[in-house]
């Protein structure tokens, strides 16, 4: 039977498996029911996964002809998001909720993983089918330091992402930087405190931050080429506790993302731009940086095989190369090893009211979507062992 027809007659088990995850959604690292549901799925396939990272699953089918060995990855986590989306399948767990739609990657990935598997006779190489917790914050370093890209040796690596930026139907593959690379700050002010009505007496860091905050911003429109989007973000600040008091210290917390290659630059002239200030009103400060997301960038050669294999499933009209966005993803992790391409699907479709953004407490899929990442997952898997 052709692999489309295959998948859309597997459509009702598709939404089953993502229901019952969206219905029982967890948080990073504690994907036990998840994981637990994976493995047993696995198994019955007659396949052995493992446990990896404490809470993924990995698992590896061999065709019966020599060749190379691909990665097909899935995320698990869900958010710290109290669900309002009246779904009669909603989130059993109060203030948890699958947001992003790690819930229907799961599913495809399985049923991709189950028709793949009657397909072993045909498969040259190997396929890994790898699902990866804590995406939310970062989880796929520790997947690669268990050796999830060794033993057999992977060459490709492909996953995917359910979009709300994308209607129903398409699909959106680009060559090179596609999500931005991520890392977050933590900047303490030290001044001098004292009272608020004698201010010459001390060393405002509260005064001092406002002044940082509003220079830095010049970084990325004037320092920055406008065709390399960058942003820096402060997103929290902590100070005082009086009306009449100048505080000892500010405590100020934000991110710096960037999609172009060489914006690990920004850091120095961000550092720059604080010391100076600081020095200038007699004022020290720490700094830290912490990694989220490498920049994700996508090989050409293997997004233009994908490419084809998405035509294949929706028409090459409906694949696009166009969507470039600031979010991040940690799929960026096994690109750094092996050759690959992240995909976004659509599901976003106005006549049914799903509209709402990732992370949104209203946020839901169309389910005709799982059809399509599923058949996507197929043929890029095949695409590449061959390509």
């Given at each position: ?25 967890e ?76 819930d ?20 040259p ?67 001098h ?8 007496e ?17 970084i990325?429109?004037r ?8 942003v ?49 009103y007699?004022?020290?400060y ?67 009211g ?11 899929i ?22």
């Amino acid at each position: 039977m052709e692999i489309k027809q295959q998948v859309a007659n597997s459509a009702n088990e598709l939404v089953s498996l993502y229901r019952d995850f969206h219905t029982h959604p967890e948080l990073g690292f504690k994907e036990y029911r998840s994981q637990k549901k994976i493995i047993d799925y696995f198994t019955n396939l007659g396949l052995k996964p493992r446990k990896i990272a404490s809470t993924g699953v990995v698992a590896e089918l061999k065709g019966t002809k020599p060749g190379k060995t691909v990665l097909l990855r899935s995320d698990m986590d869900a958010l710290p998001v109290t669900e309002e989306t009246g779904l009669s399948f909603a989130s059993e767990t109060f203030g948890i909720m699958h947001a992003c739609g790690h819930d229907g990657h799961m599913a495809m990935l399985m049923v991709a993983a189950k028709m793949l598997t009657a397909m072993k006779d045909e498969i040259p190489g190997t396929i890994k089918f790898l699902f990866q917790p804590n995406e939310e914050d970062a989880g796929a370093h520790k997947v690669v330091k268990e050796g999830v890209m060794h033993s057999p040796e992977v060459d490709s690596v492909f996953g995917l992402h359910l979009w709300s930026q994308c209607p129903l139907g398409q699909i959106d593959i680009v060559d090179g930087p596609q999500m931005a690379a991520s890392y977050y700050f933590n900047l303490k002010i030290k001044g001098h405190g004292g009272h608020a009505g004698f201010a010459h007496e001390s060393t405002d860091p509260v005064f001092i931050s406002s002044l940082i905050i509003q220079a830095v911003q010049g970084i990325q429109t004037r320092e920055v080429n406008a065709l390399d989007p960058a942003v820096i973000m402060f997103t929290q600040m902590n100070a005082g506790t009086s009306t009449t008091t100048i505080p000892e210290a500010a405590e100020l917390t934000g991110s710096i993302r960037f999609l172009y290659a060489d914006g690990k630059s920004l850091f120095k002239r961000f550092e720059h731009v604080i010391s100076h200030i600081c020095a200038a009103y007699g004022a020290e400060y720490e700094l830290e940086f912490k990694k989220g997301n490498a920049l994700l960038s996508n090989h050409p050669e293997t997004a233009a095989l994908v490419r084809t294999a998405a035509a294949e499933v929706v028409g090459p009209e409906q694949v696009t190369t166009k969507i470039r966005t600031m979010a991040g993803e940690d799929f960026s992790e096994y690109l750094a090893h092996a050759t690959g391409t992240f995909a976004f699907v659509g599901f976003n479709n106005s006549k049914k009211g799903i509209v709402y953004p990732h992370h949104h407490p209203k946020f839901t899929i169309d389910e005709d979507a799982l059809v399509i990442g599923t058949e996507l997952h197929i043929r890029a898997a095949l695409k590449l062992l061959k390509g």
